[in-house]
């Protein structure tokens, strides 16, 4: 969908990855994270999408443990709380989508 996006159709009549929802129209709700995927698998193939993936959940479950160990100052109730909170995304987090983004940001607002 991002190389879809990137050449400018931002309202495409159909999705071309779903084939069964071709009654509806996608919504680009996702549009800006589809282009910057497009382009990172435009420059370097698909593995720096899956290095990229790898490095997101990775970074992600450092910033969480990182959270619990400042906010509870006991590494392993620390780290019991970030295998619980990590246990509870895992659906998300094998899934290469805009919600990964949205958790590093709620991780640094929570770090402010």
Not at 60 to 66: A, D
Not at 79 to 91: D, I, K, N, S
């Amino acid at each position: 969908m991002g190389e879809l996006y990137a050449g400018g159709d931002l309202w495409p009549e159909q999705d071309p990855l779903l084939h069964t929802t071709v009654l509806r129209a996608p919504v680009p709700h996702e549009w800006l994270f589809q282009v910057a995927l497009a382009a990172l698998h435009e420059l370097w193939g698909f593995v720096a999408l899956r290095v990229f993936h790898g490095w997101a959940v990775a970074a992600l479950g450092l910033g969480v443990l990182g959270c619990c160990i400042r906010a509870s100052r006991n590494a392993p109730a620390a780290a019991l709380a970030a295998l619980v909170w990590c246990t509870l995304c895992w659906f998300r987090f094998i899934q290469l989508r805009p919600e990964l983004l949205s958790f590093a940001a709620i991780l640094a607002l929570y770090g402010l």
